[in-house]
Every structure is written in C-alpha cells, then in structure tokens.
C-alpha cells in the first residue's frame, strides 16, 4: 500500500514545531505540548524547535540560543521521550531552506498575499519583512519535507495547513507526485485565555508560563482580570477567565462544584483565582524538579537535539532527493572531503 507519493505507506507521521520566542506559556501546553508529547505513542512523531521562524522576531543571538534551551527544557521535562519522537532544531535541518525555495517557484503570490496570520502580527507592531511574509512558504517545508499526514495545529493555523496543502499540489501537478497532503489536527484545549481575556500569547504579555512559581506565578493569576461582581452577589462562570483556566486542569465534577459556588454568591474572584493557582502548581509542581535536573546537564539536552537532528535530516534529504529528481535540479551535491568525493576524485 502507498501514500500520495507512492512510497510504501507506514505509520501515521506527526509534524509540529514551537517556535523559542519566549517562555513557554499555559496556551502553548493545552494547546501543543499535552497533545505532542500524547501523539509520541500513536504513530512516528517528529517536534522541531522552529528557530529559522522566531528570526522574525528574534534578533539577538544570546536570547535566540537561550530560548532555544529553554523549549528543550520544558519538552523533555514534561515527557517527550526522544526515544519515541523525533525532537529537533529546525536549523540543524537546511534542507528545508532548499524546499522552500522550490514551493515558492510553484506558489502563487496570492495565496501568501491571503495570510491573515501576517496581517495580524504586522497590526500588532511586529516588522513587516519578507521573512515574515514567507513564513507560510517556511512553514510548509517544514510539513512536506518529512512527508508527514497529520499536523497537531491551534485554530489560528490552520490557514497555514490548507496553504502547505495547495502548495503541495501545485509541486504534484507541475512535477509528479513526491508529497503527500497533510491535514490538520485540533486540540479540544487549543483556546486558551491569558489574563485578559485575549488569546494567550507571549506578544500580548498576558500569558501565564508553565514553569512559573511561587511569588511570581501567584501574582500573575491574582492579576488575571474579572468584572466587578461584589462578593456577596452571584456570578456568572460563562465567561469569567479564571472559571475558563480552571476548566482546563480540572474534572467535569470538579468544574460543575466551583459553578456552584459561583451561581451561589458570597464567594469572591479572589478565592476562585486560589483555587486555579492550587491546580496549576498541582499539575505542574512534579515536573519543575525534572527541569531543574536537565538544565544542570546541557550536554544531555544537547545530545537529545544533535541525535534528533541527525534522524530528521536523513528523512529530509531523502526528500529532497526526490524533489531534486522530480524538478530536474540534479543530485545532492557531495561534500568536499567526505569518502564519496575522494573516490570521486
């Protein structure tokens, strides 16, 4: 049996990336993380720190490095086993530079022209260059190249997976068939509110991170922002966002008590904001021990990235191989110095 490239069809292939452009946040685990590091079990899984996207925004090499680390961290700390998926930084892979390069020749203008995901973040004061602009062609690279079917996505991209999806055809149309389509994948966790209300998002700084605590981590809930419901009268959970968080690490039985208590009165936005703090350090309180432990070994983490990347760039040369038979663009071009090249000479 085959895939739409018509190679032998195996397991279900997983692709998704985070980009190291800050702490890792509340948003990010419910509505990637808890859903990656579940999908290592289900089929091959392939997570990349998207380093080669957060340039964008990123432009500092010391911050650029450091949050790269910290991504790895929190990963491997809440249990991604490299032993299961294939944990990777995008930049150890340049093939994918190369695919993209290759889409964009096949790839309307208008299609990126479309992208509201850069129209958002240029409204919200981030540069306006082509980098950012091309980020739908980067992003589909990053997809096709490892030929994967199944991309664990937020709302907000799957415009991205329906545009990596028409530039895959287009490359099928005009050279034969080498990718298969990918589709996307929703979390029931992929909204998640921030402070205020708004989508949680490192660039709104309203996000509560995954690996806060004490002090810090208690003021950040205590700020989230409510109506002005006295505490004697009742209150409406539909639409509070510390009754939205709360749902996210709680049971249903647990949700149904707190609404009561809500619907009831005589109980404040303040004891309700104790109790989402109390279940934020109960969930995550075991694993804050784990990253202690691993940022003391950055020679683990680094092995665990640099063995990732191996595994994932044999994939994408692979691919390339085909693209570049498949464009007419010739073979793979060997490196100077290596045992191919020496015979060759």
């Given at each position: ?5 018509g ?16 702490r ?9 993380l ?11 899984a ?24 910290d991504?790895a ?51 919200r004061?981030?540069a306006a ?17 490892y ?17 990596t ?26 909204k ?13 700084n ?12 208690r ?21 509070c ?45 075991p694993?804050?021990?784990e ?11 680094e092995?665990v ?7 994932a ?7 390339i ?25």
């Open positions: 049996m085959a895939d739409g490239s190679r032998k069809k195996g397991p279900v292939r997983f692709l998704s990336g985070v980009q190291p452009s800050g890792l946040h509340l948003g990010n685990y419910f509505g990637a808890r859903q990656h590091i579940a999908l290592q079990d289900e089929g091959e392939f997570y990349f720190i998207a380093n080669y996207h957060a340039m964008t925004t990123v432009q500092e090499r010391d911050a650029l490095e450091g949050q790269t680390l991504v961290l929190d990963y491997l700390a809440l249990g991604l086993d490299p032993a299961k998926a294939v944990f990777f930084r995008q930049s150890d892979v340049p093939e994918v530079a190369e695919l993209a390069w290759v889409l964009s020749a096949v790839t309307a203008k208008g299609l990126l022209d479309r992208a509201t995901s850069y129209k958002d973040k240029v409204q004061g981030i260059s082509v980098g950012l602009y091309y980020y739908p062609m980067l992003m589909a690279a990053d997809i096709l190249i030929r994967s079917h199944i991309v664990p996505v937020g709302e907000d991209q799957i415009q991205h997976i329906e545009m999806r028409d530039m895959a055809q287009s490359f099928n149309n005009t050279y034969g068939v080498v990718f298969p389509l990918p589709k996307p994948r929703l979390d029931a966790g992929a998640v509110p921030g402070i205020d209300g708004q989508k949680m998002s490192k660039s709104y309203n996000a509560i991170e995954i690996f806060q605590e004490g002090k810090p981590l003021k950040r809930v205590m700020s989230i922002v409510t109506d002005s419901t006295p505490l004697e009268e009742p209150k409406h959970p539909e639409g966002n510390v009754f939205s968080l709360y749902k996210l690490f709680s049971t249903e039985a647990e949700q149904e008590e707190l609404a009561e208590k809500y619907r009831a009165g005589g109980f404040g936005y303040g004891d309700a904001k104790i109790m989402l703090l109390e279940k934020i350090n109960e969930t995550f309180g694993y804050r021990e990253r202690r432990r691993l940022e003391g070994d950055p020679g683990y983490v092995s990235l640099a063995e990732g990347g191996a595994r760039r044999a994939e994408a040369q692979a691919t191989k085909s693209v570049r038979e498949a464009a007419g663009l010739g073979k793979m071009p060997v490196p100077a110095g290596s045992p191919v090249s020496a015979r060759q000479g």
